[in-house]
């Protein structure tokens, strides 16, 4: 296991009954380095979404526990906030409350079909199924496609603006 999953499973393990204690939702947590910086990020939510303040509270309560436990060895900065409209699918429980709602897919690479003479990297369907190693959604016209998770660079709810 990497140093940054890690940090990232002591720092859900710590964040969880805190946010449950507030009925808040914890939807993910991230360790990542931009330029020279590491940030420690945590996505909350709730019903009828999150406001700065509950963000300001987990994150004080955070920030002490992680001073008190002390497993982070570089510098970081702690930011706590909504996962917003392009939250990504990335656990079970993000599958299944989009069953039969329209996403969007990325791939890492053009996929085509048979009959295509140009591959996509974006596609938008109603999400049909999912398990371990794929993803089906049926596409506009009603054909289904069908995806392999490792093919997938990001997957999220598809804005209709």
Same mark, same amino acid.
């Given at each position: ?14 964040? +969880? ?29 709730? #019903?009828? %979404? ?27 900065? +702690? ?5 917003? +409209?392009?939250?990504? #699918? ?9 069953? %039969? ?23 938008? %369907? ?12 049926? +596409? ?22």
């Amino acid at each position: 296991m990497s140093k940054r999953e890690v940090y990232e499973q002591k720092t859900e393990a710590l964040l +969880l009954p805190l946010v449950e204690q507030h009925g808040f939702e914890l939807v993910d947590v991230e360790y990542v380095k931009e330029g020279s910086n590491w940030y420690l990020r945590a996505y909350i939510d709730k #019903l009828g %979404g999150i406001a700065v303040d509950d963000c300001a509270l987990i994150s004080r309560a955070l920030g002490d526990r992680l001073d008190d436990e002390d497993y982070i060895a570089e510098a970081y900065i +702690l930011e706590v906030s909504s996962p917003g +409209l392009g939250r990504p #699918l990335k656990k079970e429980k993000d599958f299944v409350r989009s069953m %039969g709602k329209d996403v969007e897919i990325r791939t890492y690479r053009a996929i085509k079909n048979e009959d295509e003479k140009v591959g996509s990297k974006e596609f938008v %369907g109603a999400l049909e199924a999912y398990d371990d190693k794929s993803v089906t959604i049926v +596409l506009a016209d009603g054909t289904k496609r069908c995806f392999e998770k490792s093919d997938i660079a990001l997957i999220r709810l598809a804005f209709d603006f």
